[in-house]
């Protein structure tokens, strides 16, 4: 068998239940994992080896009396560091909240503990989610693991890189560009956005609001699946999360791929992709085909405005949620004479440097004389590609392309150049623009390094998406591959 | 578009921020460049296309009108998280003088 920290969710659930092991043996491992090749990775920001170990135990007692909560009871997972959690700091990566104490935990914390879950850490990314490479974390950048002068991507970089590393067995992180898959794809693991609204995001430092989405990371899509079910659902502290009465079940459960369509939109094979993974992509739309699919080429034409709308959505959205850190309420405050002062230096010494940029975009786009140009012309494009989204969609099922243009890039290439940056979620970000749930699954390597598959479902249709990804799981083991450390 | 030193004031003022005189020039030569990159969304025709708001159709969703008290413990820990406290209130400076 493989090593306790190697194993995936659906099997330590087993294993846990057969009593082959206990959790307090399964969390040791993954600290002791931890302990071994964190000063090499630099996943997380804050170890809760204390807390984890007596949850282990408690789950441990649960186990052993046939009481058992779920799937996840005894599991050690992460969460990333912009979610509250009782008894952490929660600091987004950012100098501003450097010493911010939890007052309370996220209702998908709230719902990963009451499974029983065994939380480990807190993981590390870009400074309140805002890059792509998790180079704009405050407290040092994370390292891919499978080549360390290498980016993990981002912003989750940290929660898809403890998970490829074997410091845990699934993570929590949240996706308002691509920030779980384009991690999750650099790193080899599998990483879930949800459809918007699925997951509550009470409790998430928020970033863009309207484009906002907690996912999970898994070895597997099964174990992706595992976590999502514990932490969807309405939540009244979240207005904006949905009835589970929308969900769509999958119809045709046990039933192969076949039938279905699956839609390669012309846009998402664009030029600027490096054409290694063009054809690993290519290969694993194949694989598909042999499990029963139709591959269908489609158009997507608003598709290429994809990326401007978010640039100027998001950080509108940004700039507004992010006016809350003001040094009075918490978080940094530099002392000044004046009220005004003390913004300013609060801000401008608590906040890095793409923060700012971000900020000050959306200041400008939602300025006096701007906002017809920026914001509701964005978001008058956004419904048009939701539209045409849909349309689509009612002629495939899924949608399929590369996760991302490119495998992970080295550490400092595009750091200075935020364009190049921006350009590397371009296949990632339309997703969110149009609230639907998608799936990075590993597809291969290029140059040695893991190439992610993206599969795009409807709204509401996460199970589907998760299933398909499943069966490509069940007849390829890109997934299984783990990385030397 | 290309923006201003000036204009790159203007704004961080709007977002109250302060900026190092060499993050002047950074900021204005990299926000001018994804200015420029969004701008193509002007060519996109929208004309009858009503702006999206919740883009996965959840709208006016209300609750019921009563109060709800915080457990002790939150309260506490939100208080304790401001800069400055005083009794159960956050201190901040004067806002009029």
Redesign the interface.
């Known amino acids: 068998m493989n090593k306790l920290y190697a194993l995936t969710i659906a099997e330590a659930s087993k294993g846990l239940r057969a009593k082959s092991f206990t959790s307090l043996e399964l969390t040791g491992a993954c600290l002791e994992r931890l302990r071994a090749v964190e000063s090499q990775v630099h996943a997380t920001l804050q170890v809760l080896d204390a807390q984890a170990l007596q949850d282990a135990k408690a789950s441990d007692r649960r186990l052993a009396a046939g009481e058992a909560l779920g799937p996840l009871d005894g599991v050690p997972v992460m969460v990333k560091d912009n979610m509250q959690l009782l008894g952490s700091r929660t600091t987004a990566a950012s100098k501003i909240l450097e010493n911010y104490e939890s007052p309370f935990d996220a209702t998908a914390v709230a719902k990963l503990k009451a499974a029983g879950a065994v939380i480990l850490a807190k993981t590390n990314l870009d400074e309140f989610a805002m890059g792509s490479s998790t180079e704009t974390s405050a407290y040092g950048v994370t390292r891919n693991p499978w080549n360390l002068t290498k980016i993990p991507g981002g912003s989750s970089g940290g929660s898809a890189a403890a998970l490829a590393s074997g410091m845990c067995l699934g993570a929590l992180g949240s996706d308002t560009g691509g920030s779980i898959r384009q991690p999750a794809a650099m790193c080899g693991v599998t990483g879930f956005k949800p459809t918007y609204g699925r997951v509550s995001r009470y409790g998430l430092l928020s970033m863009a609001s309207s484009l906002d989405q907690i996912g999970t990371f898994g070895r597997t899509a099964e174990d992706a699946k595992l976590l999502l079910e514990a932490i969807e659902g309405k939540d009244p502290l979240d207005s904006t999360s949905a009835e589970t009465s929308r969900y769509v079940p999958r119809k045709r459960e046990g039933d192969g791929l076949k039938g279905l369509r699956v839609g390669l939109p012309e846009e998402f094979f664009s030029e600027g992709m490096d054409p290694e993974v063009r054809e690993r992509v290519m290969t694993a739309a194949k694989e598909l085909e042999k499990l029963g699919a139709e591959l269908v080429d489609v158009k997507f034409p608003s598709a290429k405005y994809g990326l401007p709308v978010y640039y100027v959505i998001m950080p509108c959205e940004v700039s507004a949620n992010l006016s809350r850190y003001d040094g009075m309420r918490y978080g940094l405050s530099v002392p000044t004479p004046s009220l005004k002062e003390t913004y300013f230096a609060s801000r401008g010494e608590g906040f890095g440097k793409e923060v700012r940029r971000r900020i000050m975009l959306g200041a400008h786009a939602l300025s006096s004389g701007w906002y017809d140009a920026y914001y509701l012309q964005a978001q008058k494009v956004r419904a048009k590609m939701k539209a045409e989204f849909d349309a689509l969609m009612q002629d495939v099922d899924l949608l399929l392309s590369p996760t991302a243009p490119s495998v992970a890039w080295d550490l400092g290439e595009k750091f200075e150049d935020p364009i190049a940056m921006y350009l590397t979620d371009i296949y990632t970000v339309t997703v969110n623009v149009v609230g639907a749930p998608a799936v990075s699954v590993p597809c291969g390597f290029v140059r040695d390094m893991p190439v992610g598959l993206q599969l795009i479902g409807r709204q509401f249709e996460d199970a589907l998406v998760l299933d398909a990804a499943s069966r490509y799981q069940e007849v390829t083991d890109w997934h299984a591959k783990q990385p030397m450390l | 578009m290309s923006?201003s030193r000036e204009?790159?004031l203007k704004?961080?003022n709007?977002?109250?921020?302060?900026?190092a005189e060499d993050?002047i020039e950074t900021?204005r030569a990299?926000?001018s460049?994804?200015?420029e990159?969004?701008?193509?969304?002007?060519e996109?025709d929208?004309r009858g296309?009503?702006?999206?708001a919740?883009?996965?159709g959840?709208s006016n969703?209300l609750?019921a009108d009563e109060v709800k008290t915080t457990p002790t413990e939150?309260r506490e820990?939100?208080l304790?998280?401001?800069?400055?406290r005083e009794g159960d209130a956050?201190k901040?400076?004067?806002?009029f003088r």
């Open positions: 923006l204009e790159i704004i961080a709007l977002a109250h921020l302060k900026l993050e900021f990299q926000l460049s994804v200015l990159y969004v701008g193509q969304l002007s996109v929208v296309i009503e702006p999206a919740h883009i996965a959840v969703v609750r939150v820990a939100l304790n998280a401001a800069p400055e956050v901040v400076k004067a806002v």
